[in-house]
C-alpha cells in the first residue's frame, strides 16, 4: 500500500533499522512471497532471500508467531548495542494522540529513556499535565514505566502531535511557559507559511481566467489520522483549483469551527466525529457543508470528485455528419440553395455546420432551412437527398463538403 512505501522511504531515510513484519497470513489467499518479491524491487532483500532485513509472518488476528517477531525485536536492538538509563526523569516521543469521551485528552506515548511516574508533570509538545494514570498496551492500568515501554497516558490539557518529543519537568511554571512559547511560534509558524496574493499571483489567475480556491476545516478522533487526511487534500492542489486547509485539530466539531467556515467560506471534514447539537443547528443556519466520514479513500475520493467539478470543463468536438453538395441554385430573396447528399451521419435542423472546400474551412455557421423536396424536415440522415441554405452565406460551390458537428462539454479529471 502507499503508506507502507511511504513508512519504508521515511524509515531508510532516517538511517533506522528496520524489521518487515508480514501480517494476515491466517488468510487463505496469503502469499508472503508475494511481499518479499516486491520488497526485492525496491532494493530490499530480507534475509530468507540472502538480504540484511529480518521479515517475520505473523497473524496479528490470531496471534500466530508474535513472539518470534519480538524475538527478532530483542536481537536487533541486541546487536545495535541500544541501552538505556532507567534511573532518570523520561523522555520519549508521543505516537498518537485523542480525544476519549470519559477519559478527556489521551496520549499513546513510547518512553525511550528514563522511567515514568503517575504525579510527573510531562511537556509534550504545546501540551503539559500532570500524569493522572497509566495503562499498558492491554488497557490495564501500571505504576511505573522504564525504557521502551509503550502506555496510555492521562492528564495532559491537549492533544500533542504524532511525532512531539515529551519529557518529564521537574518545574510546572518552567513548562506551563516553555508549552505557551511553543504555541505561540506554532501560531507564527502557521500564519507565515499562508500564502498571501502578490502582483505575480493576481496576473497568474487572470491568465487563468477562473482560478478557484476550496477551503476545508479538518477534524478528526486521532491526530494520525487528521494529518494523514490533511496532507492528502492538499496534495489534490492543481493550478486550477487551489486546496487550504485552513484549520485542522483532534475532537468533536464545534460552533467556532462552523464560524470559521463561516467567515471563509470553508467546508467542515469530520473524520470519526460527528458535531455537537448546537454546532449542527449553527451550520444549518449559516448553510455550512459538514463532511463525516469513516474511511479516509472516501474523503479523498469526494473531494477530488468536487475539485474535478470546478475545473472548467474541456470542450470537444464530435463530428456528426458530412454532406456533399450535388448542385447550387440561385432563388431571389432566399438566397443559394444547395442539393447536397448525406454521405455519412445526419444532420438536423440546429446542426453547427462549417463548409469545406478542397480541404480548407471557408466557413463556420448555422443552416437557415433544411428540405427534402417542397417539406421543411427536422433531419436527413445517410443515404438521402436533401436541400438546405446556409445562414449568411450564398457561395456555396458544387463538390462543396459540408461537415456537421456539435460542441461537448468533456468533465475535467485530475
Same mark, same amino acid.
Given at each position: 500500500?502507499?503508506?507502507?512505501?511511504?513508512?519504508?522511504?521515511?524509515?531508510?531515510?532516517?538511517?533506522?533499522?528496520?524489521?518487515?513484519?508480514?501480517?494476515?497470513?491466517?488468510?487463505?489467499?496469503?502469499?508472503?512471497?508475494?511481499?518479499?518479491?516486491?520488497?526485492?524491487?525496491?532494493?530490499?532483500?530480507?534475509?530468507?532471500?540472502?538480504?540484511?532485513?529480518?521479515?517475520?509472518?505473523?497473524?496479528?488476528?490470531?496471534?500466530?508467531?508474535?513472539?518470534?517477531?519480538?524475538?527478532?525485536?530483542?536481537?536487533?536492538?541486541?546487536?545495535?548495542?541500544?541501552?538505556?538509563?532507567?534511573?532518570?526523569?523520561?523522555?520519549?516521543?508521543?505516537?498518537?494522540?485523542?480525544?476519549?469521551?470519559?477519559?478527556?485528552?489521551?496520549?499513546?506515548?513510547?518512553?525511550?529513556?528514563?522511567?515514568?511516574?503517575?504525579?510527573?508533570?510531562?511537556?509534550?509538545?504545546?501540551?503539559?499535565?500532570?500524569?493522572?494514570?497509566?495503562?499498558?498496551?492491554?488497557?490495564?492500568?501500571?505504576?511505573?514505566?522504564?525504557?521502551?515501554?509503550?502506555?496510555?497516558?492521562?492528564?495532559?490539557?491537549?492533544?500533542?502531535?504524532?511525532?512531539?518529543?515529551?519529557?518529564?519537568?521537574?518545574?510546572?511554571?518552567?513548562?506551563?511557559?516553555?508549552?505557551?512559547?511553543?504555541?505561540?511560534?506554532?501560531?507564527?509558524?502557521g500564519i507565515r507559511t499562508q500564502k498571501h496574493i502578490t502582483l505575480d499571483e493576481i496576473g497568474r489567475r487572470i491568465a487563468i481566467g477562473d482560478?478557484?480556491?476550496?477551503? #476545508? &476545516?479538518?477534524? $478528526?478522533? @486521532?491526530?494520525?489520522?487528521?494529518?494523514?487526511? +490533511?496532507?492528502?487534500?492538499? /496534495?489534490?492542489?492543481?493550478?486550477?483549483?487551489?486546496?487550504?486547509?485552513?484549520?485542522?485539530?483532534?475532537?468533536?466539531?464545534?460552533?467556532?469551527?462552523?464560524?470559521?467556515?463561516?467567515?471563509?467560506?470553508?467546508?467542515?471534514?469530520?473524520?470519526?466525529?460527528?458535531?455537537?447539537?448546537?454546532?449542527?443547528?449553527?451550520?444549518?443556519?449559516?448553510?455550512?457543508?459538514?463532511?463525516?466520514?469513516?474511511?479516509?479513500?472516501?474523503?479523498?475520493?469526494?473531494?477530488?470528485?468536487?475539485?474535478?467539478?470546478?475545473?472548467?470543463?474541456?470542450?470537444?468536438?464530435?463530428?456528426?455528419?458530412?454532406?456533399?453538395?450535388?448542385?447550387?441554385?440561385?432563388?431571389?430573396?432566399?438566397?443559394?440553395?444547395?442539393?447536397?447528399?448525406?454521405?455519412?451521419?445526419?444532420?438536423?435542423?440546429?446542426?453547427?455546420?462549417? #463548409? &469545406?472546400?478542397? $480541404?480548407? @474551412?471557408?466557413?463556420?455557421?448555422?443552416?437557415? +432551412?433544411?428540405?427534402?423536396? /417542397?417539406?421543411?424536415?427536422?433531419?436527413?440522415?445517410?443515404?438521402?437527398?436533401?436541400?438546405?441554405?446556409?445562414?449568411?452565406?450564398?457561395?456555396?460551390?458544387?463538390?462543396?463538403?459540408?461537415?456537421?458537428?456539435?460542441?461537448?462539454?468533456?468533465?475535467?479529471?485530475?
Open positions: 500500500m502507499p503508506q507502507t512505501i511511504e513508512a519504508i522511504n521515511h524509515a531508510q531515510a532516517a538511517g533506522v533499522p528496520i524489521v518487515f513484519a508480514i501480517n494476515k497470513i491466517d488468510k487463505a489467499n496469503a502469499n508472503p512471497e508475494k511481499i518479499k518479491e516486491e520488497l526485492s524491487k525496491r532494493n530490499i532483500l530480507v534475509e530468507d532471500w540472502g538480504g540484511k532485513y529480518q521479515s517475520q509472518e505473523i497473524s496479528a488476528k490470531k496471534g500466530v508467531n508474535v513472539d518470534l517477531l519480538l524475538e527478532k525485536v530483542l536481537l536487533e536492538a541486541e546487536l545495535l548495542d541500544l541501552k538505556a538509563n532507567p534511573n532518570r526523569l523520561a523522555n520519549g516521543t508521543v505516537l498518537e494522540s485523542s480525544l476519549d469521551k470519559g477519559r478527556g485528552y489521551v496520549a499513546k506515548i513510547l518512553v525511550q529513556t528514563g522511567t515514568m511516574k503517575p504525579g510527573d508533570l510531562v511537556l509534550a509538545g504545546t501540551t503539559y499535565g500532570k500524569v493522572k494514570a497509566m495503562y499498558n498496551e492491554r488497557n490495564l492500568p501500571i505504576k511505573e514505566a522504564g525504557p521502551s515501554s509503550p502506555l496510555l497516558l492521562l492528564g495532559l490539557n491537549g492533544a500533542p502531535q504524532a511525532g512531539d518529543t515529551f519529557r518529564v519537568m521537574r518545574d510546572e511554571r518552567e513548562a506551563k511557559s516553555i508549552a505557551s512559547k511553543r504555541l505561540q511560534l506554532q501560531r507564527e509558524q482560478f478557484k480556491e476550496l477551503n #476545508i &476545516i479538518v477534524k $478528526g478522533d @486521532v491526530d494520525g489520522s487528521v494529518e494523514a487526511l +490533511s496532507d492528502s487534500l492538499l /496534495k489534490l492542489t492543481n493550478q486550477e483549483v487551489q486546496v487550504n486547509i485552513i484549520h485542522k485539530s483532534v475532537g468533536a466539531v464545534t460552533e467556532s469551527d462552523v464560524l470559521l467556515a463561516s467567515a471563509s467560506n470553508a467546508i467542515i471534514i469530520g473524520f470519526q466525529v460527528r458535531p455537537s447539537l448546537a454546532a449542527r443547528k449553527l451550520a444549518e443556519q449559516e448553510q455550512i457543508d459538514i463532511r463525516l466520514y469513516s474511511i479516509i479513500y472516501t474523503a479523498i475520493n469526494e473531494i477530488k470528485a468536487a475539485i474535478e467539478g470546478m475545473l472548467s470543463p474541456d470542450i470537444e468536438e464530435k463530428i456528426l455528419c458530412n454532406i456533399e453538395v450535388r448542385e447550387a441554385f440561385k432563388i431571389t430573396k432566399v438566397g443559394t440553395v444547395a442539393g447536397c447528399m448525406v454521405l455519412d451521419g445526419k444532420i438536423t435542423r440546429n446542426t453547427k455546420i462549417r #463548409i &469545406i472546400r478542397d $480541404g480548407i @474551412v471557408v466557413y463556420t455557421g448555422m443552416l437557415g +432551412s433544411l428540405k427534402r423536396f /417542397k417539406d421543411d424536415v427536422k433531419e436527413v440522415s445517410a443515404g438521402y437527398e436533401c436541400g438546405l441554405n446556409i445562414e449568411n452565406f450564398n457561395d456555396i460551390k458544387v463538390k462543396d463538403i459540408i461537415e456537421g458537428y456539435e460542441e461537448v462539454e468533456v468533465k475535467r479529471k485530475l
